[in-house]
């Protein structure tokens, strides 16, 4: 039961150009959300997070958007970077009942080409 | 370094040995988290832990794995009789209040052989 889903396995922009990361989940008790950003054989970092009484979430090149009637988010990183390219992970958090427990996605991994 | 901190980075066991794994959290944070990457996949929570309490424990295999964060010391996830199938990255958090964002460590690398 993959509750939160990254259906975009890779994601490959040129420099300088939007990049958009897309997460689905399915169950309605989440209320806070988040992106993380690995590298190999590291942990991942984070990188922003968004709590569901928003729908909107910047911080510098980073944007995460919330659309809870399509339990949708997405990760906007403009202008995208070579330094960018990682495996990206969405994360989704029941704050009521399992608090702590975070539920990720599969990842997608994104390169950006110089 | 004031990040999580984790050893050992690569720990390789024969089947049927014992594996810990440790973490020492971020300064200043007292909750803990346990998550399992096997090949290919995302992140699995295993355990929430707090100092001398286990929160959640709802991600732990009921066999042979056990959690603890004592009061004094790092948090050790311990493995008992390891198998061929729990080879994976074992990443630790850790967090200054009980929801929010969580810093991960930079893992443990199991293999068994």
């Known amino acids: 039961d993959q509750q939160v889903k990254q259906n975009s396995p890779s994601l490959s922009v040129q420099e300088g150009r939007i990049s958009i990361l897309n997460c689905d989940y399915t169950?309605?008790?989440?209320?806070?959300f988040l992106w993380y950003k690995k590298y190999p054989a590291e942990g991942p970092t984070f990188l922003i997070s968004i709590s569901s009484i928003k729908d909107k979430n910047e911080d510098g090149r980073f944007t995460v958007f919330l659309n809870k009637s399509a339990k949708h988010l997405s990760l906007h990183i403009v202008p995208s970077q070579p330094g960018d390219s990682a495996v990206y992970f969405c994360a989704a958090e029941d704050g009521g009942t399992s608090y702590g427990k975070l539920t990720f996605g599969q990842g997608t991994i994104l390169t950006v080409h110089p | 370094n004031a990040g999580v901190m984790q050893n050992p980075r690569h720990l390789v066991r024969r089947r049927g040995q014992e594996a810990r794994l440790r973490c020492s959290p971020m300064k200043g944070h007292s909750h803990v988290y346990w998550y399992r990457q096997l090949p290919e996949e995302g992140l699995k929570f295993m355990v929430y832990l707090q100092k001398e309490n286990i929160i959640d424990e709802s991600g732990m295999p009921k066999e042979r794995f056990s959690a603890e964060f004592p009061k004094e010391g790092p948090s050790i996830l311990r493995i008992q009789q390891v198998v061929r199938g729990d080879s994976a990255a074992y990443f630790c958090?850790?967090?200054?209040?009980?929801?929010?964002?969580?810093?991960f460590g930079p893992g443990t690398r199991l293999t068994v052989t």
């Open positions: 958090a850790s967090s200054a209040r009980e929801a929010g964002e969580q810093y």
């Open positions: 169950n309605s008790m989440f209320d806070y």
